[in-house]
């Protein structure tokens, strides 16, 4: 089992930064792929990056050139740098880690931008 614990999440402004940041713990040595997902009211849960233990990344369109994610896999963390916010930015955003078999979420952590 691995467990993720998501913190950095808060109350912004149109055009600010947060930095959002996952710690995992239990069995680490397991983990390839983690990222970040997030959802907003009423829709689904969607992609919003991904970084390979290898450090390869991927982003959804809506977010290249504004978030960066990085991982240590030292201290088995992921973050997730968010610049350049906008309104529709708004929603939780949860931590994802995949193992072999298995994939693992975080509780998850509100994001809101106000315009």
């Known amino acids: 089992q691995v467990q993720l614990v998501e913190s950095g999440g808060g109350l912004v402004q149109a055009g600010g930064s947060l930095r959002l940041s996952c710690a995992a713990s239990?069995?680490?040595?397991?983990?390839?792929?983690m990222g970040w997902y997030r959802q907003a009211p009423g829709k689904q849960r969607d992609l919003v990056a991904t970084?390979?233990?290898?450090?390869?990344?991927n982003y959804a369109d809506s977010v290249k050139g504004r978030f960066t994610i990085s991982r240590d896999n030292l201290k088995n963390t992921v973050s997730l740098q968010t610049n350049s916010l906008k309104p529709e930015d708004t929603a939780v955003y949860y931590c994802?880690?995949?193992?072999?078999?298995?994939?693992?979420w975080g509780q998850g952590t509100q994001v809101t931008v106000s315009s």
């Open positions: 239990g069995r680490t040595s397991s983990i390839t792929v």
């Open positions: 994802h880690a995949r193992t072999y078999y298995y994939a693992f």
């Open positions: 970084i390979s233990s290898g450090g390869d990344t």
